[in-house]
């Protein structure tokens, strides 16, 4: 029996890139995702059973995922809103980015984790950021994938002595579509994409989440951070207070 992967958010940029990626080493791919058109276009292109679902449905994962036995679980769905202001944010930024980005991983990963650790062996990964591990001037954003930070520390001394294996994957500045979704206005996305520099892509990123997956299972790869050559986090500000 072949081994079975599940990957979120799978529609286009890292999830579409890991779900080519873990279907050319032979998994049976389940890809997650609310487009349909995209879905359809990744299964046709790799062999993957797409799942048009929202992360979020906790009947429609249940149904999905619940009974399907995952060897490896990418939890790579997300989003970012409210990117430069918490001040800013609406409700519906917060209750979006929070239940997308921290409670929707959660539910997936109970629901898989039963199965791995009765079979003992299983691999969670986690798409984090360097901005849950670094101060940036992205507080909600910040703070969910500081929960998922936290939650894959914590998930692994958890899951001691079953056999479960559980990867963080830190991703600095990649070629995505997130900030035509996390910014709305269209001169602040312009300045925000115009980065000037040579940005990490999908596929790097995917190719990570290969390696730790494909370690042997002796090896945990517990967090890898990665990010453009041309980009780093930290230093220290002085910012005068405005009158």
Not at 94 to 107: C, D, S
Not at 153 to 159: A, D, V
Not at 194 to 206: P, S, W
Not at 211 to 237: D, F, K, L, W
Request: one cysteine or more; hydrophobic letters at 45%; glycine letters at 10%.
């Amino acid at each position: 029996m072949g081994r079975i992967a599940v990957v979120t958010g799978a529609s286009s940029g890292i999830g579409a890139a890991t779900a080519e990626a873990l279907a050319g080493d032979g998994f049976e791919v389940h890809a997650l995702a609310r487009r349909a058109d995209r879905l359809a276009a990744l299964a046709e292109a790799t062999g993957c059973t797409p799942h048009v679902v929202d992360v979020n449905d906790r009947a429609a994962m249940e149904s999905v995922i619940g009974q399907l036995g995952a060897d490896v679980l990418v939890n790579n769905a997300g989003l970012g809103r409210a990117m430069d202001s918490l001040v800013e944010a609406t409700v519906d930024d917060i209750e979006r980015t929070v239940a997308t980005n921290v409670t929707a991983v959660l539910h997936a990963t109970r629901l898989v984790l039963p199965a791995m650790i009765e079979r003992r062996s299983g691999h969670v990964v986690n798409v984090g950021s360097m901005a849950g591990l670094y101060p940036l001037s992205a507080a909600l954003y910040g703070a969910t994938k500081g929960a998922v930070h936290r939650l894959s520390t914590n998930l692994r001394l958890e899951l001691r002595g079953t056999g479960v294996r559980v990867t963080e994957i830190c991703p600095g500045r990649v070629t995505s579509e997130f900030y035509e979704v996390a910014i709305d206005d269209p001169q602040r996305r312009a300045r925000t994409l115009d980065t000037g520099i040579e940005e990490i892509t999908a596929a790097d990123v995917a190719e990570l989440i290969r390696y730790a997956v494909a370690a042997p299972t002796r090896m945990n790869i517990n967090r890898i951070e990665v990010q453009p050559t041309e980009q780093t986090y930290g230093g220290s500000q002085f910012v005068t207070t405005e009158e």
